[in-house]
């Protein structure tokens, strides 16, 4: 059975900063591309950041670019998204996401697997 775990999610003020944690389980992690989502209160699940399998290929919204990063670390299951420079308009449930495809899809809907997700609130 494949587990997402998030965690680190929280309050902080705005240009501040979080760094978010998604541990898998039940699944070869090191063969799946791994991707952060975010859904505000009234919106649509959006596309935040993607990292490819081997760690060589990244791709970020353009809303996030040059404030968060990606990163995984395959000998311990786990994805990362560090956030700086947080802005109010941050604030919404982030989701960790991993699919089986080698390409990267910013669409839900090409995502095979969803954590239960983590809050980031960011007050001005």
């Known amino acids: 059975q494949v587990q997402l775990v998030e965690s680190g999610g929280g309050s902080v003020q705005a240009g501040g900063s979080l760094r978010l944690s998604c541990a898998a389980s039940?699944?070869?992690?090191?063969?799946?591309?791994m991707a952060w989502f975010r859904q505000a209160s009234g919106k649509e699940r959006e596309f935040v950041a993607a990292m490819s399998w081997s760690s060589g290929y990244t791709n970020y919204a353009g809303s996030v670019k040059g404030r968060f990063t990606i990163s995984r670390d395959n000998t311990e299951n786990t994805v990362y998204l560090q956030m700086s420079s947080l802005k109010p308009e941050d604030t919404a449930v982030y989701y960790c996401?991993?699919?089986?495809?080698?390409?990267?899809?910013?669409?839900?809907?090409?995502?095979?697997?969803w954590g239960q997700g983590t809050q980031v609130t960011v007050s001005s």
């Open positions: 996401a991993a699919s089986a495809r080698q390409a990267i899809f910013t669409s839900p809907d090409r995502w095979d697997y």
């Open positions: 039940g699944l070869t992690f090191s063969h799946y591309t």
